[in-house]
Each structure stands twice: as C-alpha cells, then as structure tokens.
C-alpha cells in the first residue's frame, strides 16, 4: 500500500542550483499535483496534470517546470533555485479532475526543501 | 474570488472536551466541501466530504461536519477530543474552472489538546 511516494524527503540547495522532486503513485490515478506549504499559507496549487500527457499551471507556477512522465509519475523541477521557494512540497493524486465525486485526494508524506 | 476561510488559526482545548473548528467558503454554486487532517511530518489524510443530500456528514476518527448554505459554512466538530487529534485541520473547496475542479485549500487550523 505505498499510495504516493516522493522523494527526496530532505533536500538542501544553494541560491541557483537546480533540481527535481520525483513522485510515484501506484493507484492508476489520472489526475496528478504538485502543491506547496508554507506556515499560515495552506496548500497552494503550484501545477496538476490532469490525465498522462497533460499539464496546467495553478495558483503559484513560476519559478516551477513540471513532467508527467506516465500515468505513475509527475515530477517537478526548480530550474535556479532561490531562498523564496524554501517550503514544504506535497504531491498528490485524484482518480479523475473531470469527475468531482472523484477528486477525493491522497498526498504523499511531503519533501522539505531548504534553498540557502 | 472565490475562496476558502479558516478564521481561527489556533486553537486549544483540553482532552475531553469538545471540538468546532470553523470554515467558510465564498463560490456562487453549490461548493463540493472537504476537511483533511495533517499530523506532524506527514501528508494530509481526508477525514469527510460534502457533495450533496444530507447535510451533516460523518467522518473517520469521530468526526462530523455541517453544511450550512445560508451561512456559507462546513465547520467540523467533534464531541470528544482525544490527545492524538492534535494535528493541522484543512478545509478545501473544490472549485469548477472551465471543464475542471480544482481543489483550493484553507490556511489551516492548528489544534492543541492539552492533557
């Protein structure tokens, strides 16, 4: 029952240097996002993928690249890190965006990054 | 905009007793509604939805919410707090954009049991 995995669960860059968070789910779920926590800020929408093949910018995209590289995978990348996207990342999946009833969402255990 | 409101960002209460954390929400349609729990270190976990009919819904680990329209509401309660409830409580909306939903997150409620 591994549901969605990311990693890494740590990370630390310098100001500049680049990276990709990786997330898997083993569901055979369509829909796929990439979310950002910050103390007092709730979740924020950074990028979701509805089916394989698709993506769409959310609330808070620049500064982010994301991948969805099959129906298991949606991978997000900081290209030149900076100190403002010090955060918690939360990855998570849906059954189907299109279907409400469907959108119920199971998150990953979340990767701390820490840009210095 | 449209938008989800938890008003309080703390809260304590002391094991036993019981439990409101508020949400409001701002959307013209009928909202799709639902409260996660996140415990410390881990993601967030659903503990109810509210998509139509009966308008207090129940949840896991003994928790129920209400869907009030005219008060634009979907508060969580729970009769009995227990010590292992202390975790950070997210309402969510989802909001339709185009042909999409998109789940939109509160600020979240921080909840403290004391002994």
């Known amino acids: 029952n591994a549901g969605v995995t990311q990693t890494p669960k740590f990370q630390v860059l310098k100001t500049g240097q680049s990276m990709t968070l990786q997330c898997a789910q083993d569901?055979?779920?369509?829909?796929m996002y990439w979310y950002q926590q910050d103390p007092g800020m709730g979740l924020r929408l950074i990028y979701y993928?509805?089916?394989?093949?698709?993506?769409d910018k959310g609330e808070v995209p620049n500064g982010y690249n994301v991948s969805r590289l099959n129906k298991r995978e949606f991978s997000l990348r900081l290209e030149s890190a900076a100190p403002s996207q010090t955060s918690v990342y939360f990855c998570?999946?849906?059954?189907?965006?299109?279907?409400?009833?469907?959108?119920?969402?199971?998150f990953g255990a979340g990767s701390r990054l820490t840009v210095l | 905009a449209q938008s989800v409101t938890q008003p309080d960002i703390h809260i304590t209460v002391s094991e036993g007793a019981s439990l409101e954390l508020r949400c409001n929400y701002s959307y013209g349609a009928t909202p799709y509604l639902f409260w996660y729990v996140q415990s410390p270190g881990q993601g967030l976990q659903l503990l109810l939805k509210?998509?139509?009919?009966?308008?207090l819904v129940q949840g896991i680990k003994g928790f129920e919410a209400e869907f009030k329209r005219s008060q634009s509401s979907f508060n969580l309660r729970k009769p009995s707090v227990h010590w292992s409830d202390a975790a950070e409580y997210f309402c969510a909306v989802v909001l339709r954009s185009g042909g999409s939903y998109i789940p939109t997150f509160g600020r979240g409620t921080s909840l403290i049991v004391h002994p």
């Open positions: 569901m055979n779920h369509n829909s």
């Open positions: 993928s509805a089916s394989e093949g698709t993506t």
């Open positions: 998570a999946s849906s059954e189907s965006r299109m279907q409400v009833g469907a959108n119920v969402l199971t």
């Open positions: 509210y998509f139509s009919g009966d308008t």
